[in-house]
Each structure stands twice: as C-alpha cells, then as structure tokens.
C-alpha cells in the first residue's frame, strides 16, 4: 500500500506580501518614496513617476521597507544600460540607474531645498553642479569586508543594517586597479584558506581590505586589518600580492580586535614594500598614510582645491586658517599665494602627514597642530584675526562653539566646504545673521550614482 503524500503548505512567511506602488519623491538618501494606506514606502532604486512592483521585507510604525521586483511604468530619469547587477542587494548607488544629468539635476535641487528651509534661497541662486568626469571608476579608495561562506570567500560591502557580506567582484565606481587587487586577494585567501573573521564568534584573521590607489601615478597601497598579529601567512601574501599586482608598492597590516564597528585599529605595520603612497593633486604632492583619510574622488577634489584658491585671492600680505585640514590638501593650495598658513586637525597621525606634506612641496609657510578645530581657535582668540579662514567639517558640520569662535575672531573672509547640505544651511543662517554675506556658492559633484553632495561656499564680512 503506497503512502499518502502529504502537500506541502507554504507558510505566510514564505508568502512575500508584494505592493503596486507609484513612486512621487526621492528622499535625501536618493532613494524612492511612495504613499501606501497611511504610510510610506521606501523603494530604492525606483524613481519619481514610475509604478513599480515591490516587495514587503519589513513594516514599521510610520515606513514599509520593500525591495523592487518589477517596474510596470518607467520614468523618463531611468537610463536604459544596467550599470550594476547588484543594485538591489549591495544598496550603495541608489541612483546608479537614474541618467547623470537628472542625478546631477537631484543634488543641485537638494543643495537648494535645504537652503530654503533655513530661509537662505531668496539671494542666493544655486549654479549647476560641477560633475564627475568619468561619473564610474572614480573611486580611489575602497574599505572592503571579508566574509566566508563555507569555502568560498568574500571580499566586499555590507548590506545597509546587517553584516552581511555583499561580494563585489566588479563594483562599477571603484577604480579598475581596486576591482583588480581584491580579485586576486579573494582568490589567494581561497587557495590558502585563510582564517576569514567571523563577526559573530569574534575569530578569524582578516577582517577588511583597504586598497587606495593613485589614479596619477596607478599606484596602490593595500592594508589588511586584522583581528590579531599574523607574521606567518599575511607576509607571505603581501609578497605574492605585490608579484601578481606590480602596481602594489606597499602593503601593510592594521591591528583591530576590537568587537565594534570601527574598521581600523590603533596600530599598522608595514609588511612589504614603501610606507605610503604618493598622490598628485593639481600641482601639489601629497603623501598619503595607510591609516590617512583622503577625497575617494581625486579629480573632484582637485577642483575643490583650485576653487578654494581661486576664490580665496590670497597674497603675501595674507594670512589663513585651514579647521579639520587633514592631511593638508586645502592649506598647502593656500600656502602657494599666502604668506602664512595653519592647518589645525583632531588626528595626529594626519598631522605629522601635512608636516611632512609641507616639506614634500617646500612650502615652508605652513603649519600644522593636532587639536580640536574649536579650543585651537580659541587661543588665537586675541591674536590679529586671519584674513581667511576655511572649514572643511564633518558630515555633522560645525559645533555651537567653533561658529562663536568663528564670529568673535571676526575674519574678513570664510570658504566653507561641506559634505552635507543640511548642516551647511544650518551653520551658514548663523553665520549670515552675524555680519557674513554668501559671495558665490558652488555644489560639486564627489560621489556619482549615490545621492551626497559636496558644496564649497565663500562668505565675506559685511561690517558693522
């Protein structure tokens, strides 16, 4: 007697919950807004205009996370060349499939809605951006992931809110020698199997990949971070690394058992090859630590550079503050023209790289010192004010305390550059309502097919 074979039932949550959307907005994030019975539905990669299939992978209290299934209606935004197939999974380029031009379009509308909302709009009119040329490969640094599934390895970017591995073999906006140098290390950690660091149990050696190159020079100087010290496997890969890649001149290894988010370490050493990696940007040399932070887009930061100058009309007679200068892009273009420059900087270690910088280009009128941009600014409060000063801050802008700083010292001329539209606004109402008019205003373009924008903006005192 045959047994009776029992149907399999399919749960609900096997039954994926799929909406008919119609886009209307993009966020400030670049990604796809739609109503949906009291709430939103977030869609990335759709765009405005478009009816779209999505499906449901999370609901919350006011937004429906979904991911993108089928579009019924495309918007004329969409370009028709399929840039990327991991759009969906990897989620760092919501706007890889949108045409340049309406990208570019996005962010100069972006830099002016925040404007509008602090009430800066109605003087102020904001050019067309600056754009990316190429808009693809520009990319000159890259920090990747290791992951293992089962035997095969990973190498590439988390998937937004987990930490799971998107493998990237080809990622579209990384510099080719990238795409390049992490083939080759995924497929020699493979063959030798090398522990890979699982986040869970806290074990494994290599953690992340760092690769930043020198589109100048196409130069490369890799670092592993690792849970743990290796002097066995990681030298013997550096060199077989730096014999597959000759366009790798340095490798090193950073230390980072630390169970947190925090990608690099307190300590690096050098495995193979030179210490640093030598950049060119416009007609400055800048040396460039594995550990330094640098523009991922060097073209576009040489045109913020040229621009800060160019604006800036500096002469011998001038004097200039540089705040969170780095590793001194911005102070030494100044240093050319001025007769003296400060960088001040929080990171040491980017300090002791300007130092050196500074000696790189005989630009013996500049000067760097670590400290906080507001409490460093704050013992020069009763020197003779600069005649400019430059800001260059993080993506959460300038604290209450450095813009008082900034408005007691009083200097003729402020250049600010920021990485984030709505802290900029903030901090130039503040400005603008103590004695500081905007001049001119330029958004440029650093990050093509993702929705950030870098905005430079020159402002004067106006007097009492």
């Known amino acids: 007697m045959k047994k009776t074979e029992k149907k399999k039932s399919i749960s609900k949550k096997q039954q994926q919950e799929t909406l008919k959307l119609t886009i209307d907005s993009l966020d ?131 998937k937004r809110g987990t930490h799971d591995v998107i493998d990237c073999p080809e990622c579209p906006v990384h510099s080719p020698l990238i ?39 196409g130069k490369a100087l890799v670092t592993f971070v690792c849970n743990f010290r290796d002097l066995q496997q990681l030298p013997k890969l550096a060199k077989w690394l730096m014999r597959k890649v000759p366009e790798v001149i340095g490798v090193h290894q950073n230390i980072n058992s630390s169970s947190g988010n925090v990608i690099l370490g307190e300590r690096t050493m050098k495995l193979q090859g030179l210490p640093d990696l030598i950049e060119t940007i416009g007609d400055i040399r800048l040396r460039i630590a594995p550990e330094a932070f640098f523009q991922i887009n060097t073209v576009q930061a040489a045109r913020i550079y040229a621009l800060v100058r160019q604006w800036a009309q500096l002469g011998q007679q001038d004097t200039a503050i540089d705040l969170y200068c780095g590793i001194g892009g911005i102070a030494l273009h100044l240093a050319k023209d001025a007769g003296q420059v400060e960088g001040i900087e929080s990171f040491a270690g980017a300090v002791r790289n300007a130092t050196e910088n500074s000696h790189l280009n005989d630009l013996r009128n500049c000067h760097f010192f670590a400290g906080d941009a507001a409490e460093e600014l ?8 600069p005649t400019l000063i430059t800001v260059n801050p993080p993506r959460k802008g300038c604290s209450p305390e450095l813009l008082e700083i900034l408005l007691q010292l009083q200097p003729e001329q402020m250049i600010y550059v920021s990485c984030d539209p709505d802290s900029l606004s903030r ?11 905007i001049k001119q205003l330029q958004p440029v373009d650093m990050f093509p097919q993702t929705a950030h924008i870098e905005t430079v903006v020159q402002l004067k005192r106006t007097g009492e």
């Open 28 to 158: 400030r994030d670049g990604i796809g807004l739609a109503p949906y019975e009291n709430k939103i539905a977030v869609v990335q990669g759709a765009f405005p205009g478009e009816t779209v299939i999505a499906e449901v992978e999370h609901t919350g209290r006011t937004h429906i996370f979904t991911r993108l299934r089928r579009i019924l209606r495309n918007s004329q935004q969409r370009t028709t060349n399929v840039a990327c197939k991991l759009e969906q999974d990897c989620l760092g380029c919501p706007l890889i499939s949108m045409k340049y031009s309406d990208q570019l379009l996005f962010k100069q509308q972006r830099v002016a809605e925040a404007l509008r909302q602090q009430g800066l709009l109605e003087n102020i009119q904001v050019p067309a951006v600056l754009p990316s040329d190429p808009p693809f490969g520009y990319r000159a640094s890259a920090k990747l992931a290791f992951s293992r599934n089962r035997e095969k390895v990973f190498i590439g970017l988390y």
């Open 179 to 217: 795409n390049k140098i992490a083939a080759v290390v995924r497929d020699e950690v493979q063959r030798q199997n090398i522990s890979v660091y699982n986040s869970r149990h806290q074990r494994g050696l290599l953690r992340y990949l760092i690769v930043r190159v020198s589109p100048y020079s």
């Open 378 to 385: 704050q013992k020069r409060s009763g020197q003779k004010p």
């Open 427 to 437: 901090d130039l109402k503040t400005l603008t309502a103590n004695n500081y008019r």
